[in-house]
């Protein structure tokens, strides 16, 4: 490794590759970046090719610095697997010329521990998860070592802070521990989540975590929310001119992420169920009344928007898919108060979107959605 002294800490930074992970990664480098802190970013180049005009924006502000570094490897060439990384990125630091002073990579990325641990470099682990969920499972697993029969049947519920239960089919799977590392950084809505979860993971992890974000709100300007993430597949201005048209607090954003698809009839009954409430929507089918956005959509303009419901009241309507999403459900609607579920009742297990399974009714959509945009007690209370 190049022993050249840095004139400020060096953090290399190693996102998974899913928007979901990648993008909260980049904006953590910019807050590193406005702090005086030299950001190197690395990636694949296909989602290097994503994240060029993000950098180059931010890069153009005088004394901020953060770079992008794309790495690139004969993988098909030798036989190999699309997707090995852990030998270029070995190879990329050990000859960097600005010495790393820490690396923070992604949870869901464990081999780059082996990488810090033989160069001798400090490693953090970002994880997006929330405190909360991130206790519960620490305390599920205690509890699995410490019971001698099994503890998850039919349902599994937690006493923590507060009250938590789930059904067997609505757990992550896997459920179990992550990597080693020297501590976590989570991002997450401090304000929000009740102080006593962090502190008890903290407690029960034993080592250094840190409580951050949300990071997106280093994206203060239009440009910076027009940046963020992929570039839209809808025209802005026609999407804010639509938005315009509409009165204050009275348009549902519909979102369900990247990574999972619904069925199609799923869909049919999400579609139906909008429909069904009268209301102005971005997702449609009919015309005027809804906007349909193919792709990628510019979602901190539209949720900054005065018309949008969710920034005026921070509430939501709350349609769990995966992984740690139910437990976030349970949280929002039982402990924060601040949601609505629209009923969703099992995780969709990878590989089997295509699976019909616990279908969510048109009905239960346009109730859920009639509960959020009402205007009685239970909404001043959220």
């Not at 990384?85 to 002073?101: C, D, V």
């Amino acid at each position: 490794m190049s022993s050249q002294t840095p004139s400020s800490p060096h953090f290399v930074l190693i996102p998974l590759m899913a928007s979901g992970h990648q993008i909260p990664m980049v904006e953590m480098g910019k807050l590193l970046s406005q702090r005086g802190v030299t950001v190197t970013i690395v990636t694949t180049p296909l989602n290097a090719l994503g994240l060029d005009p993000i950098i180059t924006a931010h890069s153009a502000d005088p004394g901020l610095e953060i770079r992008l570094l794309p790495i690139r490897f004969p993988c098909t060439e030798a036989g190999l697997p699309e997707g090995m990384m852990r030998g270029p990125l070995e190879k990329i630091l050990w000859e960097i010329q600005l010495p790393p002073t820490c690396i923070i990579s992604d949870k869901h990325l464990p081999w780059t521990v082996q990488i810090t641990s033989k160069l001798q470099i400090l490693k953090i682990l970002f994880d997006g998860t929330t405190s909360s969920f991130l206790f519960a499972r620490a305390t599920y697993q205690h509890q699995r070592c410490m019971s001698k029969s099994p503890i998850l049947r039919h349902s599994w519920c937690l006493v923590l802070p507060d009250r938590i239960e789930l059904t067997r089919a609505q757990l992550p799977s896997p459920f179990n521990c992550g990597p080693i590392g020297l501590g976590d950084l989570r991002e997450e809505i401090v304000e929000a989540e009740k102080a006593s979860y962090g502190w008890e993971y903290r407690k029960t992890k034993g080592n250094k975590v840190w409580c951050v974000g949300p990071v997106s709100l280093c994206n203060t300007g239009d440009s910076d929310k027009a940046h963020r993430g992929n570039k839209s597949t809808i025209n802005e201005g026609r999407c804010l001119k639509w938005l315009d048209s509409w009165s204050p607090s009275s348009v549902i954003y519909t979102c369900l992420g990247t990574l999972n698809y619904l069925t199609a009839p799923q869909l049919i009954e999400l579609g139906s169920g909008l429909e069904a409430m009268g209301s102005p929507f971005i997702w449609g089918r009919i015309q005027d009344r809804g906007l349909l956005i193919w792709g990628w959509a510019p979602q901190m303009r539209i949720l900054s928007h005065p018309s949008g419901f969710v920034p005026a009241g921070m509430w939501m309507v709350v349609w769990p898919l995966f992984a740690g999403q139910f437990y976030n459900e349970r949280f929002i609607v039982m402990v924060l108060g601040i949601g609505v579920s629209v009923g969703a009742r099992a995780a969709i297990r990878w590989g089997g979107e295509g699976k019909a399974e616990g279908l969510v009714k048109r009905e239960d959509v346009r109730k859920s959605v009639e509960e959020v945009m009402s205007t009685g007690a239970e909404k001043v209370k959220r």
